[in-house]
C-alpha cells in the first residue's frame, strides 16, 4: 500500500512536471487517454494510479527517463528504466556505432557528451581544433562547455565571443529550467562569470544562435573559421545512460573553412 507521505509526493511532483511543461489538466488528461477528473484526483492524492498510468503521464509531459525512475519511486513501484555504465559489454554496439559516427564526421570536429556536457568520446578533428588548450582543462571529465568559454580555453580565439558564450550559456540554462539539474545551474553561473558582458540588442539583432567564428590556433595565421552546430540525441532509448548521451556536430558555414578544417586535420 501507497503511504499518504508517498503519495503525495508523487502528487506534488507531477503537479510540479505539469507546471514546467505549461500543459493544463485537460491537455494532460486527452495526451494520455484519460479524464481530467482523474488528472485531478492523481494530482491531489485522492486516486492512486497504477504503474503505466504514471509511465504515461511522465512520458506526455516529456520527463527524461531518469525522473520517470524516481516517479515510479515515488509511488512505491520500482524503476523500469537502466542505468548500465558506458563500458558495460552491452552497450558495444552502441558505442561503435558512435565511433563510427565521430569517424564519418570527419574532417569535421564532433563530440558525444553525457547531460551535464562532460565528454565522452571525441573525433580526432576535435581535438584538432582544441590544440593549445590548457591540460587541465583536458582532465577528465572533460567540461567541453569549459573548454570552449574558459580563458584558457578556446575563448581568447573566438572572434564573436560576447554573442557565442551567452548562446551556450542560455542553453544551459533552458536545459535546468526544463528538466532541473543542480550541476547544470552551476555550469551556467560558472560560465557566466567567465563571460562578457551579454552584448546589446541592436535593431538588427538575430538572438544569440550565432555560428562560432574562431581564429586559427597560430597568431600568424589571419585566417578565421566560422561554424555551426547540431545537437542529436537518441530519441527512443530506454536506458539512462544512453537516452543522456548528446551528439554536437560542428559543421563548416562556408567553403574556406570546410578547406581549414581538411588541412588542420592533416597536421
Known amino acids: 500500500m501507497i503511504s499518504e507521505s508517498t503519495r503525495g509526493g508523487l502528487a506534488g511532483a507531477l503537479r510540479e512536471w505539469r507546471s514546467r511543461r505549461r500543459v493544463s489538466q485537460l491537455e494532460l488528461a486527452m495526451r494520455t487517454g484519460t479524464t481530467q477528473r482523474h488528472v485531478s484526483f492523481i494530482e491531489s492524492g485522492r486516486s492512486t494510479p497504477g504503474?503505466?498510468?504514471?509511465?504515461?503521464?511522465?512520458?506526455?509531459?516529456?520527463?527524461?527517463?531518469?525522473?520517470?525512475?524516481?516517479?515510479?519511486?515515488?509511488a512505491g513501484f520500482a524503476p523500469v528504466y537502466p542505468q548500465t555504465r558506458l563500458d558495460d559489454p552491452q552497450l558495444e554496439p552502441i558505442r561503435t556505432a558512435l565511433e563510427r559516427i565521430l569517424h564519418g564526421h570527419l574532417p569535421y570536429p564532433a563530440v558525444v557528451v553525457e547531460r551535464h556536457g562532460d565528454l565522452v568520446s571525441a573525433n580526432a578533428?576535435?581535438?584538432?581544433?582544441?590544440?593549445?588548450?590548457?591540460?587541465?582543462?583536458?582532465?577528465?571529465?572533460?567540461?567541453?562547455?569549459?573548454?570552449?568559454l574558459h580563458p584558457q580555453g578556446l575563448a581568447p580565439r573566438i572572434v564573436n565571443l560576447d554573442e557565442w558564450a551567452w548562446h551556450i550559456i542560455g542553453r544551459i540554462q533552458a536545459e535546468s529550467v526544463r528538466n532541473p539539474d543542480e550541476q547544470l545551474q552551476r555550469l551556467a553561473s560558472e560560465l557566466s562569470d567567465l563571460a562578457p558582458p551579454r552584448p546589446r540588442e541592436s535593431p538588427d539583432h538575430l538572438g544569440f544562435a550565432v555560428p562560432l567564428?574562431?581564429?586559427?590556433?597560430?597568431?600568424?595565421?589571419?585566417?578565421?573559421l566560422t561554424l555551426i552546430t547540431t545537437l542529436t540525441h537518441f530519441g527512443t532509448a530506454i536506458d539512462v545512460t544512453i537516452a543522456e548521451l548528446r551528439l554536437e556536430a560542428f559543421l563548416p558555414a562556408d567553403l574556406a573553412t570546410s578547406a581549414m578544417l581538411a588541412e588542420l586535420l592533416e597536421r
Open 213 to 224: 567564428r574562431l581564429r586559427a590556433h597560430d597568431p600568424a595565421d589571419g585566417r578565421e
Open 125 to 148: 578533428a576535435f581535438h584538432a581544433l582544441t590544440a593549445g588548450v590548457a591540460p587541465h582543462l583536458l582532465v577528465p571529465p572533460v567540461s567541453v562547455p569549459r573548454v570552449l
Open 51 to 74: 504503474r503505466s498510468m504514471i509511465i504515461r503521464l511522465a512520458e506526455s509531459l516529456e520527463v527524461p527517463i531518469r525522473e520517470r525512475n524516481e516517479l515510479l519511486l515515488a
